[in-house]
């Protein structure tokens, strides 16, 4: 069962960074290298969007349009951690920030996604706020 534990979250004025980090867990034999890892975020009264995603085994990312030049997902082999470094932050930033993990397999071409249906895995959340 894989655990995931995000922090890092909290109050920061406009044009500011955090560095969210995401603690994973749980992974048989240590293949985490076939899981995609993504950051997704949902603010009150809007639907969870997907914000960034990494597939280990090659690092491949993705970001949204909304985040793209201002974020940076990465992914730490040996402490088993994905990071989401975030700069630039404005006020439509602010939302719970959850950490995801799917067992995709291990493709050479893979395109990280953000359908959160399919992670079967996911974090309690880290609150951001980003006020102006």
């Known amino acids: 069962q894989v655990q995931l534990v995000e922090s890092g979250g909290g109050s920061v004025q406009v044009g500011g960074s955090l560095k969210l980090s995401c603690a994973a867990s749980g992974f048989i034999d240590n293949m985490h290298g076939m899981y995609v890892m993504g950051w997704f975020r949902q603010a009150p009264g809007k639907e969870r969007e997907g914000v960034a995603a990494?597939?280990?085994?090659?690092?491949?990312?993705s970001y949204a349009d909304s985040v793209k030049g201002r974020f940076t997902i990465s992914y730490d082999n040996v402490k088993n951690i994905v990071y989401l470094q975030m700069n630039g932050l404005k006020p439509e930033d602010s939302a719970m920030y959850y950490c995801?993990?799917?067992?995709?397999?291990?493709?050479?071409?893979?395109?990280?996604?953000?359908?959160?249906?399919?992670?079967?895995?996911w974090g309690q959340g880290t609150q951001v706020t980003v006020s102006s």
């Open positions: 990494i597939y280990i085994s090659t690092s491949r990312t």
């Open positions: 995801a993990a799917d067992p995709v397999g291990y493709y050479s071409d893979y395109v990280p996604h953000f359908a959160a249906a399919e992670y079967n895995y």
